[in-house]
């Protein structure tokens, strides 16, 4: 069965029947798998490090190698998905995710390792984007479709959370292998039921692939994410990190140049030139980037100044993860009375003062309510904003544009959840002065202060940018 772009947006079924409700279980599980993968080996990285001979500055590699490829491929794939079919390239992608996982839980060596998380990274960037269009193919335009990504962006937030503490609980009652080893049944469990229920979603007619844009977009992006973790880990004066930034936004202003002579863009120009698109992007790469930086900075909070363990540390971000799902529930209730911008804009509000609040934190653990209380608010605003950027950013286009949008979408997710972490740690490492607990909290404070600055900025530029976008039905 094969989906086209034939049918207008917002036709469709008007409540859920059993075959999506299935569909809708399927497409969450593999999304909150993908979730879970970018932290469950945060906690554990030391453990492997230990176990296979990775040396200290290789160790970063772990998690660079998969997160360049997960970030810097996704737009790619997305149109990929577009042109040759999304279920296609779905199953695709989850396929070589099981065995990517199965090979990492079996590596032996660093470069072992080092080749998994390569794979598992480009086949998040397949999966991801393809995925999260057959969710939006699959649900038409409204308050099913509002439903149905707020479950998504409720999952792969809490997703984020119980890869940490699955991490933490695996190593210390397993092994760091079952890290790996978990994706396979999941996998497995997708692509045997997938197939029968999810049905097929291209255009009526495929395009010519824009291959100059494809590569000059894909080697810009891998260039900027490499530039910005390497300018957290060596400082913003290192040389590979400047040279790297500097050839990623030239890479990008080719491909910008590229797109406009090309007769089948990767990303056609009139797409880009839509305010709910290019701005909704801006906003979504805020809020991605600031709250997983936050996770960071409060767990150095919890290690290094309240002397929490990494379990104990991880197990503490728990009213995160549901903080993040009480605002995924919520978020489309919210969205059909009061419309996506003014629900992004109220999650950003929510999110930068329950950030603000954390500049109260003190040296001992009498201070850990508040942490609790901040984090779990700033959860809910968080999600409010992401469903609100993931509807803003995906409503008013066709079926057969809607594997652009989803992969500028999900790009927009990978590069903010990457860069996120070096930036701010950059910020607080510049800013403490001495050392001890009190110190490192200082400069931690400073990057939070920076953190709430930049979401609120991002909500000044929602009501700028995105005035008259995104309005309720009512309205």
Same mark, same amino acid.
């Given at each position: ?120 990274? #480009? ?51 397993? $092994? ?19 197939? $029968?229920?999810?049905?097929? $979603? ?139 911008? $003014? ?64 992969? #500028? ?53 929602? #009501? ?12």
């Amino acid at each position: 069965m094969t989906v086209t772009d034939t049918r207008a947006a917002g036709t469709g079924p008007a409540a859920l029947t059993p075959r999506l409700r299935l569909v809708l279980v399927l497409l969450l599980a593999a999304q909150f798998m993908l979730a879970v993968d970018f932290s469950i080996l945060n906690v554990a990285l030391p453990v492997i490090g230990d176990g296979l001979g990775f040396s200290l500055a290789h160790l970063q590699w772990i998690g660079t190698a998969f997160a360049l490829c997960a970030a810097g491929f996704t737009l790619l794939f997305g149109r990929v998905a577009d042109l040759f079919g999304r279920r296609r390239i779905f199953l695709g992608g989850l396929a070589v995710l099981a065995a990517a996982s199965l090979l990492g839980g079996l590596a032996q060596s660093p470069e072992t390792l080092i080749t998994a998380r390569v794979l598992q990274g #480009l086949a998040t960037a397949a999966v991801t984007p393809a995925g999260l269009s057959l969710l939006t193919t699959s649900f038409p335009e409204g308050p099913l479709r509002e439903r149905a990504l707020g479950l998504n962006g409720a999952l792969m937030s809490a997703g984020f959370t119980t890869g940490a503490i699955l991490g933490g609980m695996l190593t210390d009652l397993l $092994s760091w292998r079952w890290a790996f080893f978990l994706n396979i049944p999941v996998a497995l469990a997708v692509l045997v039921v997938a197939p $029968s229920v999810v049905k097929e $979603s291209r255009p009526a007619e495929r395009p010519k692939l824009d291959l100059p844009g494809a590569v000059t977009v894909t080697l810009g992006l891998l260039a900027v994410v490499l530039g910005f973790t390497q300018a957290g880990e060596r400082g913003w004066g290192s040389p590979l990190a400047l040279g790297a930034l500097g050839l990623g936004l030239f890479l990008l202003l080719v491909f910008l140049a590229v797109e406009r002579r090309a007769p089948a863009p990767l990303v056609p120009p009139s797409v880009l030139g839509r305010r709910s698109v290019a701005w909704g992007n801006v906003a979504g790469l805020i809020a991605f980037l600031t709250e997983t930086s936050l996770v960071f900075l409060m767990t150095l909070y919890l290690q290094e100044v309240l002397g929490f363990s990494p379990l104990a540390a991880g197990l503490s971000f728990g009213v995160l993860g549901l903080g993040t799902v009480l605002g995924g529930l919520a978020a489309p209730r919210v969205i059909g009375r009061f419309g996506s911008r $003014s629900t992004l804009v109220a999650g950003g509000l929510v999110q930068a003062v329950a950030t603000a609040a954390l500049l109260g934190l003190g040296v001992d653990r009498s201070w850990l309510w508040l942490l609790l209380t901040g984090t779990f608010l700033g959860g809910i605003g968080n999600m409010l904003a992401i469903v609100g950027f993931m509807v803003t950013a995906t409503s008013g286009l066709a079926d057969r544009e809607q594997g652009l949008a989803t992969g #500028l979408a999900t790009m927009t997710q990978q590069i903010g959840i990457t860069v996120g972490t070096p930036v701010m740690s950059a910020v607080a490492t510049a800013a403490m002065v001495g050392t001890g607990p009190a110190a490192v909290l200082g400069g931690l404070k400073t990057a939070v202060a920076v953190n709430a600055g930049v979401v609120l900025l991002g909500v000044i530029g929602s #009501l700028v940018f995105l005035r008259g976008e995104g309005r309720a039905p009512s309205e």
